[in-house]
């Protein structure tokens, strides 16, 4: 076990184990802390309502009216993915770049690459860029 050795005082010797922990502790608390007040600004956001003035000769009328807000359609994600070259310093792109591309798409860049590009096929690969 390590120690953490204070020249000041050489009998308050605390693990250095415990100070990591003490640290993590503080980080957590301090997430847990900035997620509470993000969800508070969320529900009121979220419940805002509209304010609607309108005049009626001299008078002034005020109402709070409901923010409608319209319900995307419920479609399943679908993956995007992105063609990748083996190099020498590691796995690269293209120019241009082939994202974005349907499963469809990547196997035709990837035979197009192969049969008439002649690149190895082992020094290729295929990764999810993102969800549309």
Not at 31 to 40: G, T
Not at 99 to 104: D, G, M
Request: charged share 25%.
């Amino acid at each position: 076990m390590c120690y953490n050795i204070n020249i000041n005082s050489i009998n308050s010797l605390q693990p250095t184990s415990s100070l990591i922990m003490d640290n993590i502790k503080t980080a957590l608390d301090n997430i847990n802390i900035a997620l509470e007040q993000l969800n508070s600004v969320k529900l009121i956001l979220e419940s805002e309502s509209e304010t609607v003035v309108t005049k009626h000769g001299a008078d002034y009328n005020v109402e709070h009216v409901e923010k409608v807000v319209p319900v995307p359609p419920n479609r399943p994600k679908v993956n995007t993915y992105r063609v990748e070259r083996l190099c020498t310093t590691g796995w690269s792109g293209f120019e241009p770049p082939l994202v974005n591309l349907t499963k469809e798409d990547a196997s035709a860049k990837i035979k197009n690459l192969v049969d008439h590009e002649e690149v190895n096929p082992s020094d290729l690969r295929v990764v999810v860029d993102g969800q549309v």
